[in-house]
């Protein structure tokens, strides 16, 4: 069975700093692409960040690209975000996801519960 | 790429079947791909690559293209299938959501 799970979420003063962690198994991480996405309280799906499978391939949001920072660890089958210079509207649950085949991107189909990060001072 | 997704709400009733639509700001092939989401959960894949059912997912839902029109159909609405949906582009980066159509009760 996969499972994606996060942590690493809290709350954090703005301008602060966050490193998100997503431990992955039940399936060969090593393979995969894998995503963080996030949703702000009653709002919808926002595509923020995602690694291939052998970290050539990055890509960031525009609302985040130059603050946040993707990598991935495959020896520990783990996925980090780092989030620097933080803001209010950066307030979400964050989730890490995998792409749904190793061939190309064809969504996401395995998603973790999601890490909570809170900005505010 | 822009993502426009309608209705933004319906309400619809067991049986019914509904439509919602997603229009890309530009070609993205069939780069397309459609969530179910319920309250506190994460998203489900239902639909890929426009028209390919994710493992596991009934028969009555399905996806279709016309240009960059894309159509998410659900036959013989369950109560089990109101939630809110997205749709996704992943043709290219920075990958983009629709703004979500939540499918309510009648």
Known sequence: EVQLVESGGGLVQPGRSLRLSCAASGFTFHDYAVHWVRQAPGKGLEWVSGISWNSRNIGYADSVKGRFTISRDNAKNSLYLQMNSLRTEDTALYFCTKENFVSGPTGLDSWGQGTLVTVSS | ?106
Do not use: H
Not at chain 2, 14 to 20: A, C, P
Not at chain 2, 32 to 58: D, E, H, I, R
């Open chain 2, 1 to 106: 790429i822009q993502m426009t997704q309608s209705p933004s709400s319906l309400s619809a009733s067991m049986g019914d079947r509904i439509t919602i639509s997603c229009r890309a700001s530009q070609g993205i092939a069939n780069y397309l791909n459609w969530y179910q989401q319920k309250p506190g959960k994460a998203p489900k894949l239902l639909v890929f690559a426009t028209s390919s059912l994710q493992s596991g997912v009934p028969s009555r839902f399905s996806g279709s293209r016309s240009g960059t029109d894309f159509t998410l159909t659900i036959n013989s609405l369950q109560s089990e299938d109101f939630a809110t949906y997205f749709c996704q582009q992943s043709y290219i980066t920075p990958w983009t959501f629709g703004q979500g159509t939540k499918v309510e009760i009648k």
